[in-house]
């Protein structure tokens, strides 16, 4: 594909290269990252820390902010200056890859599909699922092998559900739903009660987890992920969230809807997250919280009360990540302050004896 043709696909615009002001319209053949791209691939700026890579690339094009002002690569190649370059790069991508297997609408002869299930058109059930008794599976899913899904589960259409994921009982899925490896929606939350006798012996009992848990629709969810059901009622992910790998999510958490929660985060039980939520990685948030719209927990944040204004949140507990940054600069303050203290004691010191 000449790059011509690509900038007609993903609305770029050519910054001259060359020395005379054209503007080459080389073949390109690949996708690469700017340290591993060769003549003939495109690549992409999307993180400014990787800025210096532009000029010493090979490939022949990157992808680059409208407003961005580096100059063309050393080697040669164009700058594509577009709005997003990370959208850019996710429609130039498929041009040049395999697509993903196709999966034909059908039942495979290992699979276990309850006779009260009920199977809506276009739907591919794959090796070895099994499909609970009153099971409801809209038009079009996909449901790849080993997938378990349970009892009166309902999956609205166009869900793909991939190996190893398992439904539990009664939960309920959107339209458009994807759940990658080895999730699990609906395990009982973590609920028990400790007893002491007066004798001193220990006994722990076991509460019921009796509800389920809701998806709305275009979510997805990560591998290794776990959403856990609802003690009653229902634990609840708004529409178009979006979940990465190695979540946990309490009993009786509700998200709004535009949430992003990224790998290793925990949520516990009954905390509430509003509209548009970002929290990052390896954050966690305490139990019955309430987060607000567009509230964006950072990276490591240990989250222990409400946080109700819009902006970002840092540290443990977490604080507007302003304060947070103070707090962090103040050791170092009181480091540097303590060897001024010491270097004046020091030469007041030396002051004293010498006037002895």
């Known amino acids: 594909m000449r790059l011509s043709e690509l900038c007609a696909v993903v609305g770029a615009e050519i910054q001259a290269s060359a020395s005379d ?25 999307a993180n400014p ?20 002002n580096l100059p063309p690569p050393a080697a040669g190649g164009a700058l594509l200056r577009v709005e997003s370059p990370d959208l850019a790069f996710a429609r130039v991508v498929p041009l040049f890859t395999k697509p993903a297997p196709v999966r034909e609408p059908g039942i495979h002869p290992s699979a276990v599909v309850h006779p009260t299930a009920k199977i809506g058109p276009g739907v591919h ?14 038009a079009g899913c996909i449901i790849e092998a080993h997938v378990v899904v349970g009892d009166e589960v309902v999956l609205g259409e166009g869900c793909h559900l991939y190996p190893l994921v398992s439904i539990r009982e009664r939960c309920r899925l959107g339209r458009r739903v994807t759940i990658h490896n080895g999730t699990v929606i609906g395990a009982d939350g973590f609920g028990y009660d400790t007893k002491v006798s007066a004798d001193g012996k220990i006994s722990v009992e076991k509460i019921p987890q009796l509800g389920i848990v809701e998806i709305g629709d275009d979510v997805e969810i990560g591998a290794n992920a776990a959403i856990d059901r609802a003690r009653f009622g229902a634990t609840s992910i708004g529409p178009h969230t979006k979940i990465d790998n190695l979540v946990q999510i309490g009993h009786n958490v509700r998200t709004g809807p535009y949430c992003g929660i990224v790998s290793q985060v925990g949520i516990a039980g009954s905390t509430h997250l509003g509209a548009g939520v970002m929290i990052w990685g390896q954050a966690g948030l305490a139990g019955h919280l309430n987060i607000g719209d567009r509230v964006e927990i950072l990276a490591h944040a240990g989250v222990a009360g409400d946080l109700t204004q819009p902006g970002q949140y840092l540290g443990s507990p977490a604080v507007p990540k302003r304060e947070a940054l103070r707090r ?11 060897k001024r203290v010491a270097a004046l004691e020091a030469r007041l010191a030396a002051a004293e004896a010498k006037n002895d």
């Not at 319209?25 to 700026?45: C, K, M, Q, Y």
């Not at 820390?49 to 961005?68: E, F, G, I, W």
């Not at 794959?126 to 409801?136: C, D, F, R, S, Y």
């Open 125 to 138: 059930v794959g090796p070895l699922a099994v499909i609970g008794a009153g099971a409801e599976i809209g």
């Open 21 to 45: 002001g054209s503007r080459p319209d080389p073949e390109i053949t690949g996708v690469a990252s700017l340290h591993d791209a060769l003549p003939g691939d495109i690549s992409f700026l």
């Open 328 to 338: 962090f600069h103040v050791p170092h303050v009181v480091e540097r302050l303590e």
């Open 49 to 68: 820390k990787y800025a210096r890579q532009v000029a010493t690339t090979k490939a022949s094009a990157v992808l680059v902010k409208s407003d961005c």
